[in-house]
């Protein structure tokens, strides 16, 4: 299993780094700009697939080494496999909003743009559109729809800020929290589906490892699990119950990963608006327009949260904004908890299969067939 970090720490670090310049003074396409020449200065000298240009000097290992450095300390890339990502998704969105800045378009529409081109789809990706584990139809897996989805986030806010005329530096940085806790909980649920794995894969190994041990031994194993009455039987059980345990496998892992693609982010966006001074049900709807555009998986569970707080605020006297803030980060700890629950169960939830369906496949495959070739050949019963 791959140990890369999850796609969307990338969208969290650009998003983080952007909080910073601006901060400091950076005008927001500045920024882009900025951001845009250290991508085209990391991704230079390499193909689409990480591959040396033609004509470039430097052995493949000294360059994958050296732009491997220089996408950590720009990107908060980990490995070198987060370089064909950084040059992916993440440099097409940076160059978008950068040319966007410096022409005077809109960033969040050239962000939504760069992420539908890059997927291939047309449209924003939504939650539960695709399988979080394995690659969907669009062959993109679930993780990297976390990360569209990101993208597709700080559209979101961006948009919003710019309406409501709120700090896009604090905004940004509540966002990168926000991506941080998301790559965390996938992090969470790799280690949790490390052993189990592992332990299914060395399972599903051994009926070949009993067959070629018992053809060690002199024993015709392979003639009688293919060409024998009891063998085929035995074949075609245990591949049953292989192929069944891989699917309910698959079942519990894609039940476990599930994501909610929300996260709190329209209280979030209502919760912005409401720092730019707007007033309350200006705020909502403008939230309720981002959403809807940008983010249409976080749907209307999020809008009645973000009612509930707003009468909340108008029978107490008190301001809405932190109380967004705070529901907001509240979601998003609930969701965490969530997530540390589902991966704590799936540990335990995988030895099921394993021991109805795989541990039985093994009996079939391996070791009754050992069995019938032994007595094959003191009776000669075939």
């Known amino acids: 299993m791959s140990t890369a970090e999850p796609p969307i720490e990338a969208v969290a670090a650009v998003t983080e780094r952007l909080a910073v310049l601006l901060a400091a003074g950076v005008s927001p396409h500045a920024a882009w700009r900025y951001l845009a020449e250290e991508a085209a200065e990391a991704g230079q000298g390499l193909g689409a697939a990480g591959e040396p ?51 005077g378009r809109s960033i969040p529409e050239a962000i939504r743009a760069a992420v539908a081109a890059k997927g291939g789809t047309g449209t924003a990706p939504s939650a539960g559109s695709e399988p979080a584990t394995r690659p969907g139809r669009t062959g993109r897996t679930g993780r990297e729809l976390r990360s569209e989805r990101a993208w597709l986030a700080l559209a979101a806010a961006w948009f919003v800020a710019g309406e409501a005329g709120a700090p896009l530096a604090a905004t940004l940085r509540e966002l990168a929290t926000a991506f941080r806790e998301q790559a965390q909980l996938e992090r969470e649920l790799a280690v949790a589906l490390a052993g189990p794995r592992s332990t299914a894969r060395l399972v599903g190994a051994m009926p070949v490892i009993a067959v070629l041990f018992g053809a060690l031994l002199g024993f015709d194993t392979v003639h009688t699990l293919f060409f024998t009455p009891p063998g085929l039987a035995c074949l075609g059980l245990g591949t ?3 192929w069944a345990a891989g699917r309910w496998s698959a079942s519990l892992v894609r039940r476990a990963a599930r994501d909610t693609g929300g996260l709190g982010l329209t209280v979030e966006l209502a919760a912005i608006a409401m720092t730019g001074g707007m007033a309350a049900e200006r705020a909502r709807a403008l939230a309720a327009g981002a959403a809807e555009r940008y983010l249409p998986a976080a749907g209307g569970i999020e809008l009645a949260v973000v009612d509930a707080v707003l009468a909340l605020s108008r029978r107490a006297g008190v301001p809405a904004g932190e109380l967004l803030r705070s529901e907001a980060r509240q979601a998003r700890l609930r969701e965490r908890s969530a997530g540390q629950q589902r991966a704590a169960r799936l540990g335990v939830s995988l030895m099921i299969p394993l021991g109805l369906c795989v541990l039985p496949a093994f009996m079939l495959l391996g070791v009754l067939p050992l069995l019938l070739s032994v007595l094959s050949s003191t009776l000669r019963l075939f």
């Not at 720009?74 to 966007?100: D, I, K, N, P, Q």
């Open 53 to 103: 240009r033609p004509g470039h000097a430097g052995s493949r290992a000294h360059r994958a080494t050296h732009l491997s450095a220089r996408v950590h300390t720009r990107f908060g890339a980990r490995s070198a496999s987060e370089v064909e990502r950084m040059t992916a998704l993440t440099a097409t969105v940076v160059r978008a909003a950068a040319r966007a800045g410096a022409q």
């Open 240 to 242: 049953l119950l292989v």
